[in-house]
Nanobody, 119 residues
C-alpha cells in the first residue's frame, strides 16, 4: 500500500522542459510497476510512461524520445523528465502504482498535477 503525491507541474512555452516528481509513502515501492498517465479535457486517460521493478521502461509513441521516466528507490520517488514540450502535452499528469504486472490497471493513484504548454 502506498500514497502518491505529484509535484512539478506548471506552465511553459512550447519547446520547454518540466520535471515532475511523485513522492511515495508506504511499503513495497521497489516491487511496484510505476506509471505516469495524463488526461486532457474531453480526452481519454493515456498512459505515457512506465517503469517496472527492474527499471525497464516503456513509453507512448507520442512522447518517446522526449520524456524520460525514472525512479529513486532510496528517496521513494518517481520522476518524469519532459523535454521539447508541445501544446498537445497539455494535461493533468498522474503517477500511479500497480502490482504485480505492468499490464494490470494500477491500484494507487496520485491527485494529479497540471501541465500547460503554450504555443
Amino acid at each position: 500500500q502506498v500514497q502518491l503525491v505529484e509535484s512539478g507541474g506548471g506552465s511553459v512555452q512550447a519547446g520547454g522542459s518540466l520535471r515532475l516528481s511523485c513522492a511515495a509513502s508506504g511499503y513495497g515501492f521497489r516491487s511496484y510497476c510505476m506509471h505516469w498517465f495524463r488526461q486532457a479535457p474531453g480526452k481519454e486517460r493515456e498512459r505515457v510512461a512506465t517503469i517496472d521493478s527492474d527499471g525497464m521502461t516503456r513509453y507512448a509513441d507520442s512522447v518517446k524520445g522526449r520524456f524520460t521516466i525514472s525512479k529513486d528507490n532510496a528517496k521513494i520517488t518517481l520522476y518524469l523528465q519532459m523535454n521539447s514540450l508541445k501544446p498537445e502535452d497539455t494535461a493533468i499528469y498522474y503517477c500511479a502504482a500497480g502490482w504485480p504486472k505492468c499490464t494490470v490497471t494500477p491500484t494507487y493513484w496520485g491527485q494529479g498535477t497540471q501541465v500547460t504548454v503554450s504555443s
